[in-house]
């Protein structure tokens, strides 16, 4: 293979990355025209079409397949030596990161606070989790990092936290605390949903596989006004221990174990090692993994070890 300039491989792995060349271009901080042009130059030097334009946008052929796994590795060696560092004290940059409902109630203010302390310049931007996208936003350079407990495949991956488990929160009864609900007061309970764009369907999927079977009485988009409604309107919801411990700190609320297995999970934050500024991600990523373990952690407690 014949030289080729860094620039025209930096190119193509956007347009392989996002398969688009306007997305690309923008990727790039470049004009569309710009991208063409590079591309129509590696097309000629290297023999081969690389991309045909479809319905879904730029399908690479296998050649460009084979390309990329050689220059996206390429590529990172080459930023890990050009920029072997990230001064956040000076950086002015603006992270995006995407967290679900509940990763803003559990994370978002230790990640804010040590975000401060560390780089008081630095900016976040924060928005909501859409499991079904989310993927495609980060490896297109719209989002740097996402924070889930459902896998995303494709990205790098690092776990933050281990063990956590689901229980079910009501209003205090007479029962103890962190007992087992029978199966017959799951099933008679005025049930409270909270929809499923964020990945938190795995409770779901455990009852619709059991005997159990729950009739939600009103569903919600997001778990912040879960305390308020939950006393006011006697309603129980199944939703990690992590943040029910948080609810429940007041006294009102009580945490009652599930009469079903649900597995535990992990919760992990993804990113695209491969887009420019690799030292800035690398950073964030060190932060909210720091933040995190410094959240309040869920002890191994109840029926389910």
């Not at 679900?100 to 989790?129: H, K, W, Y």
């Not at 949903?193 to 779901?204: C, I, L």
Request: proline share 7%; hydrophobic share 40%.
């Amino acid at each position: 293979m014949a030289h080729i300039d860094l620039a025209l491989v930096r190119t193509f792995n956007a347009i392989y990355e996002t398969r688009s060349v306007t997305e690309a271009s923008v990727l790039l901080r470049v004009t569309q025209p710009s991208v063409s042009y590079a591309l129509a130059r590696l097309r000629k030097q290297l023999g081969n079409p690389l991309f045909a334009r479809t319905p879904h946008g730029m399908e690479p052929t296998m050649r460009a397949d084979e390309l990329y796994t050689v220059f996206s590795r390429a590529v990172s060696q080459i930023d890990a030596v050009a920029d072997p560092t990230y001064d956040p004290q000076s950086s002015e940059r603006i992270f995006r990161l995407s967290l679900s409902d509940l990763g803003e109630l559990t994370f978002l203010p230790a990640i804010g606070a040590l975000l401060a302390q560390r780089a008081p310049t630095v900016g976040l931007e924060v928005e909501p989790m859409d499991i079904d996208t989310v993927a495609d936003r980060i490896r297109r350079g719209q989002m740097d990092a996402a924070v889930a407990s459902s896998h995303i495949a494709g990205l790098k991956c690092r776990t933050l936290v281990t063990g956590d488990r689901y229980v079910c929160l009501q209003p205090r009864t007479t029962a103890e605390n962190g007992s087992v609900i029978s199966v017959e007061d799951f099933i008679r309970a005025r049930h409270m949903v909270v929809e499923e764009t964020a990945g938190h369907d795995r409770v779901e999927r455990a009852i619709q596989s059991s005997a159990l079977r729950r009739r939600p009485t009103l569903r919600i988009p997001h778990y912040a006004t879960l305390p308020r409604l939950l006393v006011q309107g006697e309603f129980l919801v199944v939703l990690p221990l992590r943040i029910a411990r948080e609810f429940a700190a007041d006294g009102q609320l009580e945490i009652r174990e599930l009469p079903i297995d649900v597995p535990r999970f992990e919760v992990s934050i993804y990113w695209q090692p491969r887009i420019p500024a690799n030292a800035g991600t690398a950073w964030l990523v060190d932060l909210i993994a720091e933040a995190c373990m410094a959240a309040p952690p869920t002890r191994h407690d109840g029926r389910n070890g």
